[in-house]
């Protein structure tokens, strides 16, 4: 049973170049009695026409020995004479495959001439001696020619097939070796190693599928990386604000605090980090659910500077508590998308300005319209963001200084909800931010779905 790859790849080749020596051999046999029939017809004729005229030359020579020197010369003879059925040297007809209508045709002064290839090749010449008239039928007598030709062949395409196969199992066991890698590179990517590289030189295209294989197994070491780091960073928010309730609450229970108004604080804390694990697992499940594709993006179109404006209105607690001012320079505009998602990335980049503004600041929201697409800004006064942490803002938990997120509820999805929300409209978010001045987000959409 054939299991692998090198076995069937030589078996198939073995079998191909078989069948086509075979079937070369055959065509190359074919061919070449072809060429040598008409030549050798030819070179019958002058031998028999030299033999017809030494035999009348010298009329009292004894037949039998003058035919037997002269069948020695590569050549079966057979000569009849007019109104005899006996040959007056050789077999008789049937041996020689003729008819008793071929032989009155040499009789009466024709040329008979065979039409099979040799060695089976006849030729048959008229001649008179004395009054009679007598036929002498020619075939080569030179099987071992042929023979040894078919011998020559057979050691010819013997030699190609073996030299040929050993090439070839060399050269076959080299194309399939970075398969055979791959293969153990794949069962220590199912026992969950990741660290594996194959080394490539090939230019192919299994140079490409090897390529191809390593950079998978790169990206699947990197979403393993994220996944733990993913699951550490969900139990780091879980646990601090799960301690602080446990704790705060074993202080209230166990009877520690007396005094009412701290009892009121430990209360707050307990209701504030009981909100930051709603918050949490509400944005965790969002975010699973945009990954899964569970809430599809539904394009509809509506007005997106009155959604600004009600987002603004709706977070108006929160910049109004800051003292910070909003300056709104939107036009009527109509987009295409779904609404409520769009809703939570302005909801997730105004919260995340008005939670780093500085008090008193200022927070600018624009949106200008081009041919195909609309840019909306979001501008905040507030610390910046280091040009060396501006690619990372968008990773999940990532945060820039996390004791600033913490004292702000910040929990470091928000923006990677943004993100995905964006990328799923068919569009882009980007960042522009200098430390000590402030930091502006640009999203870019479509104005029309395409998505």
């Given amino acids: 049973m054939m299991k692998t790859l090198y076995v069937q790849i030589v078996l198939t080749f073995l079998g191909a170049i078989l069948i086509s020596l075979i079937i070369t051999f055959l065509i190359s046999g074919r061919i070449h009695m072809y060429q040598v029939g008409d030549r050798l017809e030819t070179r019958m004729e002058e031998v028999g026409k030299d033999i017809i005229q030494l035999y009348k030359g010298t009329p009292e020579m004894d037949e039998t020995l003058y035919f037997d020197s002269m069948s020695s010369v590569s050549f079966d003879l057979l000569l009849m004479k007019e109104q005899s059925d006996t040959p007056v040297y050789g077999k008789n007809l049937d041996q020689w495959g003729l008819q008793d209508d071929e032989l009155q045709k040499v009789l009466a002064g024709g040329v008979y001439r065979g039409h099979d290839l040799p060695p089976r090749k006849v030729v048959g010449l008229p001649f008179q001696k004395g009054e009679e008239s007598y036929a002498l039928f020619l075939r080569p007598n030179f099987k071992?020619?042929?023979?040894?030709?078919?011998?020559?062949?057979?050691?010819?395409?013997?030699?190609?097939?073996?030299?040929?196969?050993?090439?070839?199992?060399?050269?076959?066991?080299?194309?399939?070796?970075?398969?055979?890698?791959?293969?153990?590179?794949?069962?220590?990517?199912?026992?969950?190693?990741?660290?594996?590289?194959?080394?490539?030189?090939?230019k192919d295209e299994l140079g490409n599928l090897t390529n191809s294989f390593n950079q998978m197994t790169r990206g699947l070491g990197e979403l393993d990386e994220m996944r733990h780091q993913f699951v550490t960073n969900v139990s780091h928010e879980i646990q601090t604000p799960l301690t602080s309730i446990q704790g705060f609450a074993k202080a209230l229970k166990d009877g520690v605090v007396k005094d009412a108004s701290q009892q009121k604080e430990y209360l707050s804390i307990i209701e504030q980090e009981s909100k930051r694990l709603s918050v949490l697992s509400q944005n965790l499940l969002k975010l699973a659910r945009l990954d899964t594709d569970q809430d599809p993006i539904q394009p509809v179109p509506y007005q997106l500077d009155e959604q600004l404006r009600r987002v603004i209105t709706f977070?108006?607690?929160?910049?109004?508590?800051?003292?910070?001012?909003?300056?709104?320079?939107?036009?009527?505009?109509?987009?295409?998308?779904?609404?409520?998602?769009?809703?939570?990335?302005?909801?997730?980049?105004?919260?995340?300005?008005?939670?780093?503004?500085?008090?008193?600041?200022?927070?600018?929201?624009?949106?200008?319209?081009?041919?195909?697409?609309?840019?909306?800004?979001?501008?905040?006064?507030?610390?910046?963001i280091a040009e060396e942490e501006q690619h990372r803002i968008f990773d999940r938990f990532y945060k820039v200084?996390?004791?600033?997120?913490?004292?702000?509820?910040?929990?470091?999805?928000?923006?990677?909800?943004?993100?995905?929300?964006?990328?799923?409209?068919?569009?882009?978010?980007?960042?522009?931010?200098?430390?000590?001045?402030?930091?502006?987000?640009?999203?870019?959409?479509?104005?029309?779905?395409h998505y």
């Fill in 315 to 384: 977070l108006e607690p929160q910049w109004t508590a800051k003292e910070n001012d909003i300056q709104l320079d939107v036009k009527p505009l109509k987009i295409e998308g779904d609404k409520d998602q769009l809703e939570q990335v302005w909801i997730n980049l105004l919260t995340n300005a008005i939670r780093y503004n500085p008090v008193g600041g200022i927070i600018k929201v624009t949106a200008k319209a081009s041919f195909d697409h609309v840019e909306i800004a979001i501008s905040d006064h507030g610390e910046g």
């Fill in 144 to 202: 071992f020619f042929f023979q040894d030709f078919e011998k020559l062949m057979l050691i010819l395409f013997s030699t190609i097939l073996v030299i040929g196969s050993v090439i070839f199992l060399i050269s076959t066991r080299w194309i399939i070796s970075p398969i055979k890698e791959m293969t153990q590179s794949t069962k220590e990517l199912a026992r969950g190693n990741f660290n594996v590289f194959i080394k490539n030189k090939r």
């Fill in 401 to 449: 200084d996390p004791s600033r997120s913490k004292q702000n509820n910040g929990n470091g999805l928000g923006l990677s909800i943004a993100q995905k929300i964006t990328q799923l409209h068919g569009g882009k978010i980007e960042v522009e931010s200098d430390v000590g001045v402030g930091t502006t987000f640009y999203v870019t959409l479509p104005l029309k779905a």
